[in-house]
């Protein structure tokens, strides 16, 4: 009786549990830019939730003690924004970027004891401060700002000055046109408030690393004739002092450190080495994996100590020399690796179905990683000989939500082995089929892997499957795979996609009769091709995406890109033809498609999704177009996300229930 007594109490338990729905977005926490002390025992780290009240997202600070895991918020700004904590060399300071100020609200960089409490500003720059890092005797700090426009507290004019510019690359995200303002490292000394710039010139400097010598400074920057043409990236070296010499020190003809990657040069603890990021020619653009390479201060020397077929990213030195800690991509999963630099020996830290995105390793050797699975946001948690031991996790709330299990599997495509996720609706009934979304992912060199997507427990919470396809094009799986789609967009990584779909409906899951598509970014533009050559779908989303490549030349970020992948429109006729299929041949689609953008959107601008949606209503097939105000490529505004979570809901419900689905 005790064990019936015991079973139906925890029935009753599960049934109590809410399903996931897009209210919940809102309580989601982000976790990042974990750091730890001097001396081991504590973290400091950059929690990110939304503040409903004033409809933003806002960050703040927390600490956690290793060995316990208790946690301490340590800063607590409703209305500004704290992050990327570092600890000074001898424990005592935190410093970290914040937008405080009052009407001197640039981002500058701040100091406050390591136990949290009174903050004080260490810069009065005139530009916001992007990035910085301590000197190793905490007497200077190194960080990156663009050109100042005026000096800091000056008035700003009641209409900014006409933008002008003649640089080949004329927006980039988050930051709109460029003009001849550029971004550069200094040093300013933190007693005196002496700040020296340390790189002049029409070249940009990002991802400053001080060597633990104090010796150099290295960082990451584009040179040449005209660096907006090219991606080569290479890392140089300046001792820290006005009027230094600079030194290039990778001559790599590729990107070295790309700082997409977010992943700044990485000393060894003697000095003499650094760890990095070493891509393919540029020719290849983002396809060619991301590979871990090891460079000799000295000599310039340049070695790729494990040269696999896969990403690394993040890299971090053991404390004795002999190896490196990365983040290793393979097919559905990245986890936390030890790369052995004499042998190359690859050892996986983290196992199983799970996603690592950061760590960071202390000087005694603790390590701690930023990872999450595809039920589980990203957490804290110490790698340890007995596995992982959770030190912070801002999300325990889903533990009181009802959500769907997520699944692999496989199919393939001719003589092509590929993969997918596959989250079944919930309540899911076996032999029962149900209205079906097909999701894309961006990039297009990325893929769905073991990682928590709230879209996808709001899709399943309200009776969809949600089938998360990786076609070719994608990471994880090496060179040739990504490289499949290179200047040919949306040709087999399509076929991939309805090879796909055709998979599972066979599985008896998917309706056919019932079926949705979508994505964003490059999710996008694959959407608009597939359903401009399959006309199945009954409906899809297009979130900044676009399909007349013609137009979108020189009116986005990527006019580098374009040339090297595509050509010129005038001399390739051809590709660009084909790479604008889905808008030359829109008369060939039926499907109801509601497309999406951010205003403010450098990346895919709002023209894309403009162009489509005119093609489609031109046409009378069902569409609508959602411009959010004021964003970029990633929404941030907790209201906005609320509400394309719920316009999605809605057009999928529309279209794919309104027969009298489930």
């Known amino acids: 009786m005790r064990m019936l007594w015991l079973l139906a109490l925890l029935s009753a338990s599960a049934h109590a549990q809410a399903p996931f729905t897009a209210d919940d977005l809102s309580q989601l926490v982000d976790l990042t830019e974990p750091a730890f002390s001097p001396d081991g025992r504590t973290i400091v780290y950059t929690a990110t939730a939304a503040d409903i009240a004033d409809d933003a997202s806002q960050s703040d600070l927390w600490r956690v003690e290793y060995a316990t895991g208790k946690r301490t918020q340590l800063t607590h700004t409703p209305k500004k924004d704290e992050s990327r904590p570092q600890w000074s060399p001898d424990g005592k300071s935190i410093a970290f970027l914040s937008d405080r100020g009052g009407e001197e609200a640039k981002t500058q960089v701040w100091l406050m004891p390591a136990q949290g409490g009174q903050a004080r500003r260490i810069t009065r720059f005139g530009e916001d401060i992007s990035d910085f890092v301590w000197s190793p005797d905490g007497k200077r700090i190194a960080f990156i700002a663009r050109d100042p426009e005026r000096p800091f507290g000056a008035k700003e004019p009641k209409n900014p000055p006409p933008i002008v510019t003649e640089r080949y690359q ?117 396809y060619a994996p991301w590979q871990l390479a090891i460079v000799d201060v000295a000599t310039g020397t340049e070695t790729l100590p494990a040269p696999i077929d896969r990403c690394f990213t993040k890299p971090r030195w053991s404390a004795d020399g002999k190896s490196v800690y990365a983040l290793v991509e393979q097919p559905q999963v990245t986890h936390l690796s030890r790369i052995d630099l004499a042998g190359g020996r690859v050892t996986p830290l983290t196992t199983g179905p799970r996603f690592d995105y950061d760590l960071d390793v202390s000087r005694d050797g603790r390590i701690v990683v930023l990872g999450g699975g595809a039920l589980r946001p990203y957490d804290i948690s110490a790698v340890e000989d007995g596995g992982l031991r959770t030190l912070a996790d801002h999300n325990t709330f889903l533990a009181q939500r009802t959500l769907a299990p997520v699944e692999e599997f496989h199919y393939r495509n001719g ?169 030359l041949h829109s008369d060939r689609i039926v499907t109801p498609t509601l497309f999406q953008c951010g205003e403010d959107d450098a990346n895919v601008p709002c023209l894309g999704a403009e162009q489509m949606y005119q093609a489609l209503r031109s046409r009378n097939v069902p569409t609508q177009l959602v411009v959010y105000p004021g964003e970029s490529h990633g929404l941030t505004v907790p209201s906005y996300l609320k509400d394309r979570m719920m316009r999605n809901l809605g057009w999928y419900t529309r279209f794919l229930k309104a027969k009298g689905g489930e």
């Open 170 to 286: 004329l927006r980039e995200d988050g930051v709109g046109y460029l003009g001849n303002r550029r971004t550069h490292l200094y040093v300013l000394d933190i007693a005196t408030g002496q700040v020296d710039l340390l790189t002049p010139g029409a070249h940009d400097e990002l991802l400053p690393a001080w060597s633990p010598d104090g010796k150099l400074l290295a960082y990451v920057t584009k040179r040449g004739v005209d660096p907006d043409r090219h991606l080569n990236f290479d890392i140089w070296v300046i001792e820290p002092k006005a009027g230094a010499q600079e030194r290039q020190l990778t001559t790599f003809a590729g990107s070295d450190l790309d700082p997409y990657w977010e992943t700044r040069p990485t000393w060894s603890p003697d000095s003499t080495r650094i760890a990095y990021l070493r891509s393919g020619e540029d020719k290849w653009i983002y």
């Open 415 to 583: 003589d092509v082995d590929l993969d997918g996720l596959l989250v079944k609706p919930v309540g899911y009934v076996e032999g029962r089929r149900y209205p079906t979304i097909v999701r894309l992912h961006g990039g297009p060199v990325y893929q769905f892997s073991h990682e928590f997507m709230p879209d996808w427990q709001a899709y399943a919470a309200q009776g969809f499957a949600v089938v998360a396809l990786n076609p070719r094009g994608g990471s994880g799986r090496g060179f040739d795979f990504a490289k499949a789609i290179y200047a040919d967009w949306g040709n087999v990584d399509a076929s991939d996609v309805l090879a796909g779909v055709d998979h599972v409906v066979a599985m008896g899951i998917a309706d056919p009769d019932r079926l949705g598509i979508g994505g964003w970014s490059y999710g996008a533009i694959l959407t608009n091709a597939v359903i401009a050559r399959d006309p199945r779908f009954k409906a899809a989303i297009s979130g900044a995406g676009a399909s007349n490549m013609y137009g979108m030349f020189g009116h986005d970020q990527y006019i580098r890109e374009y040339t090297l992948e595509l050509g010129t429109p005038w001399a390739n006729r051809e590709i660009y033809d084909r790479a604008s299929f889905p808008f």
